[in-house]
């Protein structure tokens, strides 16, 4: 999915999935519509018409005339209001009272980022690195490696990038890892728990985010953190490799550390890992998750799913606190940033940044525009 090329891809289609996994996350950042759990799927065979509504869930085969006119209309005003959000391009993101936000993309692979510019996103708030090792044979090398994240920060300058270091393990499984079968991958070995425990592995990437840095506005953010000695031993080994590349005489630019808040844990020690990094981007896909002890990978699990809930909300506001308190800059980069019923509440609690898949940069900016938070 991560390597989809979102110009030959107009539909998806499973048979299995629901929203919230890695997939359907996928096909909303690429702009592509997508149905889950379409029963019908094995009746849209080669060469007969078929019609995706991802909005409403529905595909249509062999639609009547009637269906394919109303269909031309709803492509239509969509059209429209894209059309219509352009001129918001190369403004601010600012409310009418002057509160302004960063508004940044998320992205999955290199290529994405033509679609972050035309969306006139201002940086990139987090690049899956994972893309890269979603392959069958063999772990990527340092140099391919390097050379995806050099073309990201190149082209995004002077705009900042952050990268995710790899969150593999879960609904991402990788044959060459050889990681074990597991009842709930979720809360498993997955994402840093791979990378703290496959050292060479992890300095592999690090060493490539490292070299890329001279290239560009480089943070590079660690996901799943849970405690403090996690994120301490990624700092030791960043430092090695770090100490690595200046000995081999490899250039390296200023970066900035950041760690992901997607659970609970990191929630409430969010003062003690403040005080290691620079930024905090939320994740709210996992904090969801993980706070309502659920399996979002679950279909049957689907309405108790609620990034709304309160619970999820107050862990956001206490990290957006406590990341002030220490000079901190807090982002929310996951699917609840881009939800517009929502982005009053964040811009209350003094969020920093908001980054979307692309798609949602200018919808988001108009949203914002709108606001007056004085009243």
């Not at 019609?51 to 209309?73: A, Q």
């Amino acid at each position: 999915m991560a390597r989809l090329d979102r110009h030959q891809v107009i539909a998806i289609v499973m048979k299995e999935g629901n929203l919230n996994t890695h997939a359907s996350i996928l096909a909303k950042g690429l702009g592509i519509p997508c149905v889950i759990r379409a029963t019908a799927l094995a009746e849209a065979s080669d060469g007969r018409t078929v019609i995706v509504d991802g909005t409403n869930g529905c595909i249509y085969i062999d639609p009547d005339e009637e269906t394919v006119r109303e269909y031309d209309e709803v492509m239509k005003k969509d059209k429209e209001f894209t059309d219509s959000l352009m001129r918001l391009k190369g403004k601010m993101t600012v409310t009418k009272d002057g509160r302004e936000v960063r508004l940044y993309a998320n992205i999955s692979n290199p290529y994405d980022v033509e679609s972050v510019l035309e969306n006139d996103a201002t940086g990139i708030g987090l690049f899956r690195s994972d893309f890269l090792f979603l392959k069958d044979h063999d772990y990527p090398t340092e140099e391919e490696q390097y050379l995806s994240y050099r073309k990201v920060v190149e082209e995004m300058k002077p705009g900042s990038v952050v990268i995710r270091t790899v969150d593999i393990g879960s609904d991402k499984s990788v044959p060459y890892l050889q990681l074990p079968k597991e009842e709930n991958p979720a809360i498993g070995m997955r994402a840093i728990r791979i990378s703290l425990t496959r050292r060479d592995f992890f300095k592999t990437q690090l060493r490539a985010l490292l070299r890329a840095s001279a290239y560009g506005n480089l943070r590079i953010i660690f996901p799943m953190i849970t405690s403090l000695k996690e994120l301490q031993e990624c700092k030791e080994i960043l430092a090695e490799c770090e100490l690595e590349l200046i000995k081999e005489g490899v250039r390296i630019g200023g970066y900035k550390l950041g760690v992901m808040i997607e659970t609970p844990a990191s929630v409430f020690i969010v003062d003690q890992l403040a005080e290691e990094v620079d930024f905090f981007s939320v994740g709210t896909n996992d904090l969801t998750q993980f706070t309502l002890a659920l399996d979002r990978e679950n279909p049957a699990l689907d309405k108790f799913y609620d990034p709304h809930h309160p619970a999820v909300i107050e862990q956001i506001r206490m990290t957006i606190e406590a990341g002030h308190r220490h000079g901190c800059l807090v982002g929310i980069c996951g699917e609840l940033a881009g939800d517009t019923s929502m982005t009053e509440t964040f811009m209350r609690m003094g969020v920093d940044l908001l980054s979307v898949n692309p798609q949602y940069v200018l919808p988001l900016r108009q949203k914002v525009r709108e606001l007056n938070l004085s009243e």
